[in-house]
């Protein structure tokens, strides 16, 4: 799919690679790699074009900073990066209906057609956590609701290991009365069960809210990077959601 950033081998070693040592050459790399220089350099680009800050130099190559943002090779889940698009449920609908296992998940930095319940949008600007999980259950669709309930309770702990203290109203976490998360559950099926499901989620993290809602940076002060909250989240939201599909 067009847009669409896949994990990558070779990105992940480099960077591993660059975070070990101060300086790394092309040459190592792409021996260690079993790959060619130039596939080296064409995947340092990307990962430039990316925001990582890599400078090159006579002796190879260093990593002076990173985006910290959930990339899929920085994710100890599966899962794709999209810069923009419609909305994450759209792109996790066709991935699954394409065969792509249950338990990936699909992010964005940023939705133009972020939706909610009842056909509501959900505003979701740069700066925000916007993901759709797969899943493939077998679960009676009178039971389609625990995935919901298990989605907002991670969210919910995953909010108090920063010392934010919410709690769960309809389909959203709130703090104080402001929303800072939603979860949106669609299933597909037939004859009471759900064959599969995509379960979505938007959190404010540092991205612009609107009026009555909040954000962890607001809640903190501080703004925790994107790729630490979705580091923090994603492994809880894959098992809980999974232990629930094999029940």
Request: proline fraction near 4%; charge should be neutral; glycine fraction near 10%.
């Amino acid at each position: 799919m067009r847009g669409l950033v896949r994990d990558s081998r070779i990105k992940r070693a480099i960077l591993r690679e660059l975070r070990e040592k101060e300086c790394v050459s092309g040459e190592f790399l792409a021996e260690s790699l079993g790959v060619s220089r130039v596939a080296v350099w064409k995947n340092i680009r990307e990962l430039i074009s990316l925001g990582y800050e890599i400078r090159a130099s006579r002796k190879g190559y260093s990593l002076v900073s990173s985006p910290e943002k959930p990339y899929p090779w920085e994710l100890d889940v599966r899962a794709y990066y999209l810069l923009e698009t419609t909305s994450t449920m759209d792109i996790a609908w066709k991935l699954a209906e394409a065969e792509e296992p249950a338990g990936t998940f699909v992010i964005a930095e940023r939705q133009t057609r972020g939706r909610g319940r009842r056909g509501r949008r959900w505003r979701s600007e740069k700066g925000g956590l916007y993901f759709s999980v797969i899943l493939k259950p077998a679960l009676p669709l009178s039971r389609a609701d625990v995935l919901l309930d298990e989605t907002l309770d991670s969210i919910l702990d995953s909010l108090r290991r920063y010392g934010v203290d919410g709690y769960i109203e309809d389909n959203g976490v709130y703090v104080d009365g402001k929303k800072i998360a939603g979860v949106l559950v669609e299933v597909m099926g037939e004859l009471g069960e759900v064959r599969l499901a995509v379960v979505g989620a938007g959190i404010n993290v540092s991205n612009e809210v609107p009026e009555g809602a909040t954000s962890l940076s607001l809640e903190l002060g501080r703004a925790p990077s994107l790729l630490e909250v979705g580091k923090t989240l994603f492994p809880t939201v894959k098992g809980r959601l999974l232990s629930v599909s094999l029940e």
